[in-house]
């Protein structure tokens, strides 16, 4: 039964749900009427990642990738991502029917998911970015457009920034760790710098967005930032936990993020 489950990767999917969760949070939105949308990218985000291992598989340098989908064929695994992606498909045409920017936001989105795993991959930094701009800032405008909230305040706008840089800083230690495109072109001292400058401009615009909104919930953020440069704090390579820890921090802010959404839906009644 583990074995299934780990084939999905659920571990995986507080990058996919947070940015919603903010959404809601920031616009003071109420959570239930847009249960649709979080469901729905969650199982976009389960396709994504079986489409990603259905293509790693194949690479014998893929050691985790291998190891998980030990047992099981390309086709089987693509064929998990498909069904996951029919029903989250499914779920998100509420919103692109009745918000025509949304169904084209979430075209860029998949467009962006499939462009990563077939070509854009190997392109250091830009394969990140994809990632983050797919994974953190369409979902986060789809939930603005589909509470009709389309204007984005100075303060607002600056956390986004901060968010899409933190995003994009946790992928590209993400790849550094398991040898990805990065540790190809990249030295150990070359890797420490570009993850140095994300952590440092993250965690100014992270401080800068709480004078901006004045909320002291999102000041935990700067774990993330201010716990990478600790890590990287040397050019050596990270072990295989360090990347645990970090999914495993991914997750305490889900749930920490999950409380703040429903401590503030409360307020609204």
Not at 237 to 266: E, R, W
Request: with cysteine.
């Amino acid at each position: 039964m583990s074995r299934r489950i780990d084939l999905l990767r659920l571990d995986y999917l507080f990058s996919v749900i947070i940015p919603l969760i903010i959404a809601i949070y920031l616009n003071n939105l109420r959570p239930i009427e847009y249960i649709d949308i979080i469901i729905g990218f969650c199982l976009l985000g389960i396709a994504g990642n079986t489409w990603n291992d259905a293509i790693d598989m194949k690479n014998s340098k893929e050691y985790d990738t291998i190891e998980r989908v030990k047992g099981y064929s390309p086709r089987e695994i693509f064929t998990i991502g498909i069904a996951a992606f029919i029903l989250g498909i499914t779920l998100l045409l509420r919103t692109c029917i009745a918000n025509y920017i949304n169904a084209i936001l979430l075209l860029i989105a998949a467009l962006m998911v499939i462009s990563y795993c077939k070509w854009i991959k190997p392109i250091i930094i830009v394969n990140q970015i994809f990632l983050t701009v797919s994974h953190v800032i369409l979902p986060y405008f789809i939930i603005k457009i589909d509470a009709q909230v389309y204007n984005v305040n100075y303060g607002e706008l600056i956390f986004l920034i901060a968010f899409f840089i933190t995003g994009t800083l946790g992928q590209l230690v993400h790849e550094i760790i398991d040898d990805d495109s990065m540790r190809h072109y990249l030295s150990l001292r070359q890797c420490q710098f570009v993850v140095w400058i994300f952590s440092i401009f993250s965690a100014v615009f992270i401080i800068w967005s709480y004078f901006l909104l004045q909320d002291y919930y999102f000041l935990p953020l700067l774990i993330i930032p201010l716990g990478t440069i600790f890590t990287f704090r040397k050019p050596t390579k990270s072990s295989q936990g360090v990347k645990d820890v970090g999914i495993i921090i991914g997750n305490f802010l889900l749930i920490y993020f999950l409380c703040l959404m429903i401590m503030n839906s409360i307020s609204l009644t």
